[in-house]
C-alpha cells in the first residue's frame, strides 16, 4: 500500500477533492490518490536557494553599478 493512499473517514477529508497520481509520477512506481495540498506540499521550495542566490547576486551587482555611477 502507497503512502497516501489510505483515507480517514472524518467529513473534513470526505470533502476534499482527490487527484489521482499515476505511476508514472510517483518513486515508488504505484498509483496513488492524494488532496491538492498533500500534492502541492512536495513541490514547495523548488530550488528555492538558487533564487535566492540569484536576486541577492543581482541587487550586488545593482547596487555596486549605482555606486560606481554616481561616484563620478
Partial sequence: MASGSYRDDTEEDANRPVIHVS????????????????????????????ILLASFSAVLIALFGAAIAYSV
Wanted: aromatic share 4%; net charge negative.
Fill in 23 to 50: 505511476e508514472m509520477e510517483t518513486d515508488s512506481h504505484l498509483k496513488i490518490d492524494l488532496t491538492a495540498e498533500q500534492v502541492r506540499q512536495g513541490h514547495t521550495g523548488d530550488h528555492l536557494r538558487y
